[in-house]
């Protein structure tokens, strides 16, 4: 097969990914040219010959020196990502729409073969492998008659056929992938004069490319939401999402998350905007809550400004000790910058000071959070080896 012509374009997706709700379909446009694109017609009169590379595919009954022939096409879309998006949940296949275009240039490159007659047609589904290099009359591969669509006959004779409605087609292909190796194009009355002539994706002009138009219907919206409680100091984020796979959360005080119900505390008492943004097979949404963090204690802020933690950054150990003499014990724990506990001491008394041993932490930023039954201070770390 050859390239396809902007490759897969995501057009709905690409848009639900950034939307404030999760988007309900998503269009898919595959329009594949002369490198990967898949196209050919075959001829009775010639039965042995293929015609891979053709800028053209045709539908045809007529006469060659007074001996009738039939020519039929054949052309496959590459479904195999379209494939994967549906096994992997959430979404199916809402419509699908085809349009072949006619395939004349101006510039006379080819002798012109209009459509004409009562070119009644009729799409099928192919179920035999076939190469376009190889594809003759008599290698022709079998299809089959179910869910074939008919096509009523042009209006003129250089006219673009446009969004065939080949959704239950298309339905079959992605359903049984062993048994769908693209369309058959023929007449449906294969008799003397009628054809319909039609762009290949070998065609110089990339707008005449078959064209296939696939909208997906995503059927597990994806809503973001969180509840939220406040215990020993902490904010206890609770994730309520529908549908989610994945999470980010940003606490309004530069400091962000990527687990599920993280704990997070604040130690400013300016008034932040807690936003979760989730995203899972039918896009991405976002939730926002605005709220002012409770207010620090004189002992937290005396505290706070007596708190030494050094080297900083630190390679293989780290020191940490307030000047003054409080008689607390406090909990030491040290989170990544995702928000994942790392190390924790419990029960100390850091007026006496604390070791820990970082040599084991990759290099980056780690946030120190240390809690007592009314003092919580935050300090961020640099790991550096």
Known sequence: MKSIFFSFVFIGFLISAFSGYGQSQNTIVLKPGPEKGKDTYVWSLDANTPNGGSSIIIANAWTWQSVMGIQEAYFEFDLDSIREIISAGGQSLLSAKLSLFYHYLNEGSELEQTHYGSNFSVLQRVTTPWKEKYLTWNKRPEVTLENQVFIPSTANYREDLLDIDVTSLVRDMIAFPEESHGFLLRLKTEEIYRRLAFASSDHPNPEKWPELVLTLKCDAAVIAG???????????????????????????????????????????????????????????????????????????????????????????????????????????TVYNSYGSLVKKKTKVNLSFGLEMNVSGLASGVYYIDILSEDVHVIKELIVKH
């Open 226 to 332: 969180f509840d939220y409680s406040i215990m020993d100091g902490y904010y206890h984020f609770a994730d309520t999402s529908i549908n989610a796979d994945s999470w980010y959360w940003d606490f309004g005080d530069g400091y962000y998350s990527t687990v599920q119900n993280p704990v997070h505390a604040y130690f400013s008492t300016d008034t932040v905007e807690v936003c979760l943004t989730v995203t899972g097979a039918c896009g991405s949404n976002t939730h926002c809550t605005v709220f002012k963090p409770s207010m620090m204690s004189v002992d937290q802020t005396v505290f706070n400004n007596s708190l030494t933690v050094y080297p900083n950054p630190a390679d293989k150990k780290l020191s940490i000790k307030t000047d003054l003499p409080f008689g607390k014990y406090f909990d030491v």
